[in-house]
């Protein structure tokens, strides 16, 4: 079957870094006169995260949670030659070919747990999620969600699926709990009970190979113990399948 793949646009100029954010992602124009959020392949944390981002983003879009949209930026690293930021011209230099972009939520404010309220159900959706896909990186401290238009968006999947620095202990490390105090939503008594009974269901096989079929082939390519882009693929889906059914057991937290 022929799945959908990402949107690719080229990039075609570099604007500014993003104020915020560990791998230093950037701001770009592309062919498409779209503005997007640039996720290096060449940033120090490499292009699993970048892999991370597509699988849980697209994941997340197809439970119903908002998601910017994603595409692949294909990047000449010709456009970081006037660049006089030493750091970012390297960056763009490691970066040539391939790189994720995500629309660029003009206005965004990043999400305040004292000051927006979420509901009980839209927050148990949300931590759901993160449980599946084990995200350490939507704490209070740090929530990588956005306010934009007067509700929550999902930024920022790179810390998810750990166990994907070491396949050979997948099985072990995808069947630990999900710890959920310091969850960003926690204080907004998330229904996980509701989002399971809603969302564990969607989590198909099918579902799950629509999903990876986004991820870029160069990203998955020289991955010891897999011959081909379409085995490591299907080891993506295989933790997330087995976590959807009773991940939301094996949740612990304050509440
Ligand atoms: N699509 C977007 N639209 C608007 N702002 C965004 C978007 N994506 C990210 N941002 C802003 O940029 C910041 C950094 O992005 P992100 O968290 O994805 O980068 P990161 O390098 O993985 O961050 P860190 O490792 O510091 O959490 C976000 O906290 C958010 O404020
Ligand atoms: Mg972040």
Redesign the pocket.
């Known amino acids: 079957m022929a799945w959908e793949v990402l949107k690719e646009v080229v990039a075609t100029r570099y604007v500014t870094p ?8 950037g701001l770009v124009e592309a062919d498409d006169l779209g503005t997007y ?1 640039l ?1 290096f392949t060449g ?1 120090g ?1 490499g292009r699993k ?1 970048l892999v991370a981002e597509v699988v849980c983003g697209e994941l997340a879009r197809r439970l119903g949670l908002r998601v ?1 949209r994603l595409v692949t930026v294909d990047l000449d690293p010709v456009l970081g030659l006037g660049e006089p930021d030493q750091q970012v011209q390297e960056l763009l230099k490691a970066s040539g070919g391939i790189n994720l972009g ?5 206005g ?1 404010l ?1 999400f305040d747990p004292l000051a927006f309220e979420v509901s009980a159900e839209e927050a148990g959706r949300v931590v759901w999620f993160d449980a599946l896909v084990n995200n350490v ?1 939507r704490s209070w401290r ?1 929530p ?1 969600l ?1 306010w ?1 238009r007067g509700e929550v ?1 999902l ?2 999947h ?2 998810t699926m750990i166990w994907h620095h070491n396949w050979p202990g997948a099985e072990t490390s995808a069947a630990r709990p999900y710890d959920t105090s310091d969850h960003a939503l926690a204080r907004f008594t998330p229904d996980i009970r509701a989002a399971a009974a809603a969302l564990a269901p969607l989590v198909t096989e099918e579902l799950l190979a629509e999903v990876t079929a986004e991820i870029p082939d160069v990203w998955l390519l020289g991955e010891p113990g897999f011959a081909t882009p379409d085995d490591l693929r299907r080891a993506y889906a295989e933790p997330l399948l087995a976590r959807a059914a009773t991940i939301h057991e094996r949740v612990k937290g304050d509440r």
Do not use: C, H, I, Y
Request: proline content about 6%; cysteine-free; glycine content about 12%.
């Open positions: 993003l104020r915020e954010g560990g791998s230093l992602p959020v996720k940033a944390q995260t910017p995500m629309d660029f939520l003009s965004a990043g990186d740090n990588n956005l934009w968006w930024v920022d790179g810390a």
